[in-house]
């Protein structure tokens, strides 16, 4: 399903199941009423709502719901699943694009972190959004946020932060933080419109350890700490309390307690060994939106009644 269909899928759920005004809908969506009331003719239109939704976009939008309730999300945003199970990632980075350049402005600011699937959702920007946006950094770890080679960069400006991701040690941590220049990326956070993040899990091909951020015995140890999976590379546990501590300490790396106070924070997260990751982040209340797909949203569900 394309992402404008799921759009005119989900407006038609709001509108007449829901019971939304245009007004609110368009508040959820982060489009303008006027979008709403073409998304709805459209929808009736197409032949996806005649006064009854198809049981697919039913069925993922009643999971959106039990997901919003359940963690007092804003919104949930859930997208097929892949038939074979592969390219979920890629799925939900090409969602997430969509969600972001439709809800931005022009001239917005936007805070990024970094992983495999955010690198994704920065590259499907580059080559979809026509709107000039600004991408800051929320953690060190600079070549993390340059597109691929291939793409060219969407008239945005990145600000990032001119530091590794993981230091030696913590009073190195500690001077980094403390340069004008890491200073100055800190204080824009506050003027992005959207936080976006990955969420990351303990298997073996964590973007962290493919990418060296940190080595196989400290990951090791983060699993033998109970940590079930990580944002901006501070690890947690599966009630979504922090651990590894030594490791934060040497990181350049916005703080959670930070990320819980900026604007519209969005994970961005997909397949079934991120479940106790997404679960732990929704738990430590890390997020007001969560982009998914439908197998891992269920298996989420499904775990938190466990």
């Known amino acids: 399903m394309e992402y404008e269909e799921i759009l005119m899928a989900k407006s038609a759920w709001y509108y007449y199941v829901g019971g939304l005004t245009q007004q609110s809908i368009g508040e959820k969506l ?3 009423r ?3 009331m073409k998304l709805l003719d459209m929808a009736r239109q197409s032949g996806i709502v005649s006064f009854r939704l198809r049981e697919d976009s039913f069925r993922r939008f009643d999971i959106e719901k039990k997901m919003a309730d359940t963690w007092g999300l804003s919104d949930v945003f859930i997208v097929p699943s892949p038939v074979n199970g592969m390219g979920a990632a890629e799925n939900v980075a090409y969602a997430a694009a969509m969600y972001i350049e439709s809800s931005a402005s022009e001239n917005d600011y936007i ?3 970094y992983g495999y699937t955010l690198g994704k959702v920065l590259n499907y920007l580059a080559t979809t959004t026509e709107k000039t946006l600004s991408i800051i950094s929320l953690s060190g770890g600079v070549s993390c946020y340059l597109p691929e ?3 060219s960069i969407f008239n945005a400006k ?4 001119p530091a590794p ?3 030696s040690s913590s009073e190195m941590a500690k001077a980094i933080i403390a340069e004008p220049s890491v200073q100055e990326v800190l204080m824009m956070h506050k003027l992005a419109s959207a936080t976006v993040v990955g969420i990351g899990g303990m298997n073996d091909d964590a973007t962290v350890v493919k990418g060296g951020t940190i080595t196989k015995n400290d990951f090791r140890l983060l699993s033998m700490q109970n940590a079930v999976g990580d944002v901006l590379c501070h690890f947690y546990d599966k009630n979504g309390e922090p651990v590894g501590a030594e490791l934060d300490s040497r990181l350049i790396s916005t703080p959670l307690q930070t990320l819980k106070s900026l604007n519209r924070v969005i994970g961005v997260s997909a397949g079934v060994n991120k479940v106790d990751a997404i679960l732990g982040a929704l738990r430590a ?3 007001n939106v969560l982009i998914t797909d439908e197998d891992t949203a269920e298996a989420v569900l499904a775990k938190n009644g466990e």
């Open 165 to 167: 991701l993981v230091v």
């Open 111 to 113: 805070n990024m972190g």
């Open 34 to 36: 006027v979008h709403v």
């Open 30 to 32: 982060g489009v303008t």
């Open 285 to 287: 209340g890390l997020l």
């Open 158 to 161: 990145l600000f990032l932060m």
């Open 149 to 151: 080679a291939k793409s």
